[in-house]
């Protein structure tokens, strides 16, 4: 029987969650753990990233640790557009596999050459479940963590101090309009009124700021809500949320954010 003629029954095999089949397959073939298909798929993709058509059941994360066992590269190169594996679990949600590729020693930080982290992958698409592991491993993001960074900017390297990273995570969260992701950083300890330099933002403000820049009333109106400071200064300008607003031309959300902070004033 053929290579591509055994990667089909082995893809088969994991569809109907045949795991003894996959297991005899796969020790009569060990290349299955490292070969592609003809078209260039990969068992060890699918079983990370299942199809939204593949029944659901555990039989995914047993044929990804019997791949892995049989020496299936958790770090497998980006090719042909594809992305690496363990950003691929993220983007899913699938806390099994993103727990079994971290233990392999997948790369925390994904492909270099990947403009997306494993963490932003899993924050653009809210999976909230594995955000915290990949924060626990380590996990940073980097240029276009969630939506495109203007112009291709770059930002400062990627933060390795676990809070600053988490801080990053939260205002990433919050200006991609992933409210639920945002909560559940903050709940986890992202703190609301940090100072983290971003590839969207490299200079050194707040997320309050950067919502009052960009002229974000939404942002606004959802960290003035969880107590974002009105009046913190950023450390570039030494300047207040509502003069970002004012200088790029956002005049009532200006006033808005001074009402807030006299308000605030007057309650303290």
Not at 41 to 53: E, G, N, V
Not at 157 to 171: C, F, G, T, Y
């Amino acid at each position: 029987m053929s290579l591509a003629a055994v990667h089909t029954r082995a893809v088969d095999a994991l569809r109907r969650n045949e795991m003894d089949l996959l297991a005899r397959l796969l020790a009569d073939n060990p290349s299955l753990a490292h070969v592609p298909s003809e078209e260039g798929s990969y068992l060890i993709d699918r079983c990370a990233c299942p199809s939204s058509t593949d029944p659901s059941h555990g039989g995914y994360a047993q044929a990804l640790a019997m791949l892995l066992e049989a020496g299936a590269d958790p770090d497998r190169p980006v090719v042909a557009g594809g992305q690496q594996t363990l950003r691929m679990a993220a983007s899913v949600g699938h806390g099994a596999a993103v727990g079994l590729l971290i233990d392999r020693g997948a790369r925390i930080d994904g492909d270099p050459n990947d403009l997306r982290s494993p963490l932003g992958e899993a924050i653009y698409w809210q999976q909230r479940a594995v955000v915290v592991p990949l924060l626990d491993a380590g996990g940073a993001l980097r240029a276009q963590a969630v939506g495109s960074a203007p112009d291709g900017g770059t930002g400062d390297a990627p933060p390795s101090d676990r809070q600053a990273i988490l801080n990053e995570a939260w205002i990433y969260a919050v200006h991609g309009g992933h409210v639920d992701t945002a909560d559940y950083l903050l709940d986890r300890g992202a703190q609301i009124d940090a100072i983290e330099p971003t590839a969207w933002m490299p200079m050194r403000v707040s997320a309050l700021h950067f919502a009052a820049l960009r002229g974000d009333r939404s942002a606004i109106d959802y960290l003035l809500s969880r107590g974002a400071d009105a009046a913190l200064r950023d450390r570039q300008y030494s300047a207040t949320p509502d003069g970002w607003a004012e200088y790029n031309g956002h005049p009532e959300l200006a006033d808005l954010i001074r009402a807030h902070a006299r308000a605030k004033g007057d309650s303290t």
